[in-house]
């Protein structure tokens, strides 16, 4: 239990994905200029991470491994993951079209998000069984969406903020990401991976 | 070599038929209205209603939260016929002439911008020359008027052709 818990504090804090990392920077900088829109995006992309995390585990174990062809796993990566963001598109707006309003747009960007191929591929590399991969899919997903959020909302006030001419605008937001990447830093203290 | 190629391609076959029984599974059925909507919208995305390109103008359409005349590249035309399908009254206030984008030849560098702006592919010309509006695929969205580095293309009402030219309207006498 205490293991698990570690891994989805580790992979949402200490490796944040967009601070530590630096994956899913596109999102990370585009769809940040509203809360709203902010989480939205951050809970799409749980969605789609998690699955992928865990299909990708499963193409890893069972299909990639018995045939001896892990070096094609970027690519079958790629073919999982956009078939896997079709299929949850088709099947959200059929099942709940309340959630399909929210997330609609924000799904077939996730495509080609690097956070959630990065994910999947750093975690094969660390040879967690498929539990521990769900919740190291969830723990990332979590982080990036916490750091969405928090971004949005500091960008939302730097929006009324006076900036210098000089820095207003895109300059003023990539500091402030660089900030908050150092502040992420202070999560390496804590005693997980 | 063989296993890879073979494992790559059953995989593809796998996903597309998954996904093609969703795509039957879990099809929605359509509004017919949005479809008719979206069939007199031009379709080419340009954004210039404020929303994110026709099917969401369509929406606004037909939830009541647009007018007819949301249009700028559709002008006055496709303003009557949006009114007639959403059963509304267009105001009477003409607009008048469509805008389309025109070149100044005299201070057109060449620079090749605006044609890369342009949704429908209506600017003529190869980097370093002279480029021309191909008035009949113009639809006057305006994208290209703010890449122009020397502002020489603007947007002017259109010059009246035999294709489109119009009687005009009966004036009082002395008014």
Same mark, same amino acid.
């Given at each position: 239990?205490?293991?698990?818990?570690?891994? /989805?504090?580790?992979?949402?804090?200490?490796?944040?994905?967009?601070?530590?990392?630096?994956?899913?920077?596109?999102?990370?900088? *585009?769809?940040?200029?509203?809360?709203?829109?902010? #989480?939205?995006?951050?809970?799409?992309?749980?969605?789609?991470?998690? #699955?992928?995390?865990?299909?990708?585990?499963? /193409?890893?174990?069972?299909?990639?491994?018995?045939?001896?062809?892990?070096?094609?796993?970027?690519?079958?990566?790629?073919?999982?993951?956009?078939? #896997?963001?079709?299929?949850?598109?088709?099947?959200?707006?059929?099942?709940?079209?309340?959630?399909?309003?929210?997330?609609?747009?924000?799904?077939?960007?996730?495509?080609?998000?690097?956070?959630?191929?990065?994910?999947?591929?750093?975690?094969?590399?660390?040879?967690?069984?498929?539990?521990?991969?769900? /919740?190291?899919?969830?723990?990332?997903?979590? *982080?990036?969406? /916490?750091?969405?959020?928090?971004?949005?909302?500091?960008?939302?006030?730097?929006?009324?903020?006076?900036?210098?001419?000089?820095?207003?605008?895109?300059?003023?937001?990539?500091?402030?990401?660089?900030?908050?990447? #150092?502040?992420?830093? *202070?999560?390496?203290?804590?005693?997980?991976? | 070599?063989?296993?890879?190629?073979?494992?790559?391609?059953?995989?593809?076959?796998?996903?597309?038929?998954?996904?093609?029984?969703? +795509?039957?599974?879990?099809?929605?059925?359509? %509004?017919? $209205?949005?479809?008719?909507?979206?069939?007199?919208?031009?379709?080419? %995305?340009?954004?210039?209603?404020?929303?994110?390109?026709?099917?969401?103008?369509?929406?606004?359409?037909?939830?009541?939260?647009?007018?007819?005349?949301?249009?700028?590249?559709?002008?006055? +035309?496709?303003?009557?016929?949006?009114?007639? +399908?959403?059963?509304?009254?267009?105001?009477? +206030?003409? %607009?008048?002439?469509?805008?389309?984008?025109?070149?100044?030849?005299?201070?057109?560098?060449?620079?090749?911008? @605006?044609?890369?702006? @342009?949704?429908?592919?209506?600017?003529?010309?190869?980097?370093? $020359?002279?480029?021309?509006?191909?008035?009949?695929?113009?639809?006057?969205?305006?994208?290209?008027?703010?890449?122009?580095?020397?502002?020489?293309?603007?947007?002017?009402? $259109?010059?009246?052709?035999?294709?489109?030219?119009?009687?005009?309207?009966?004036?009082?006498?002395?008014?």
């Amino acid at each position: 239990m205490r293991d698990y818990l570690l891994i /989805l504090l580790g992979a949402a804090l200490v490796n944040n994905a967009v601070l530590v990392r630096f994956l899913g920077l596109c999102p990370f900088m *585009g769809v940040s200029n509203r809360v709203d829109a902010a #989480l939205g995006m951050g809970m799409a992309t749980t969605f789609v991470l998690t #699955l992928a995390v865990a299909v990708s585990w499963l /193409l890893e174990h069972y299909v990639l491994a018995p045939l001896n062809i892990q070096f094609l796993r970027i690519l079958a990566f790629i073919l999982v993951i956009a078939a #896997l963001v079709q299929f949850t598109e088709m099947f959200i707006r059929k099942a709940s079209p309340a959630l399909y309003q929210t997330l609609g747009i924000y799904l077939p960007l996730i495509t080609t998000n690097c956070a959630v191929f990065g994910i999947a591929l750093l975690n094969i590399q660390q040879q967690y069984d498929f539990i521990s991969s769900l /919740l190291y899919g969830l723990g990332s997903a979590m *982080g990036f969406t /916490l750091v969405m959020a928090l971004f949005a909302g500091i960008r939302e006030r730097l929006a009324l903020a006076n900036v210098p001419a000089a820095f207003a605008g895109a300059p003023i937001a990539f500091i402030v990401a660089g900030l908050l990447a #150092l502040a992420f830093m *202070g999560f390496v203290g804590l005693p997980v991976r | 070599m063989i296993v890879a190629m073979a494992a790559l391609t059953s995989l593809g076959l796998f996903f597309g038929l998954l996904l093609s029984l969703a +795509a039957r599974i879990f099809r929605v059925p359509v %509004n017919a $209205q949005r479809e008719e909507i979206m069939a007199l919208l031009p379709g080419v %995305n340009c954004g210039q209603c404020g929303y994110p390109g026709c099917g969401g103008a369509a929406d606004a359409l037909i939830a009541g939260q647009a007018v007819p005349t949301l249009c700028p590249p559709g002008g006055s +035309a496709l303003a009557r016929s949006l009114a007639t +399908a959403l059963g509304q009254t267009l105001d009477s +206030a003409e %607009n008048g002439p469509p805008l389309l984008a025109e070149i100044d030849e005299g201070r057109c560098i060449g620079c090749a911008h @605006c044609g890369k702006q @342009c949704p429908t592919d209506a600017i003529i010309g190869a980097p370093k $020359q002279i480029h021309s509006v191909f008035q009949e695929a113009c639809m006057g969205c305006g994208l290209c008027v703010d890449v122009c580095p020397t502002e020489c293309l603007q947007l002017r009402p $259109q010059t009246p052709t035999l294709a489109h030219w119009l009687w005009p309207k009966p004036m009082l006498e002395g008014a």
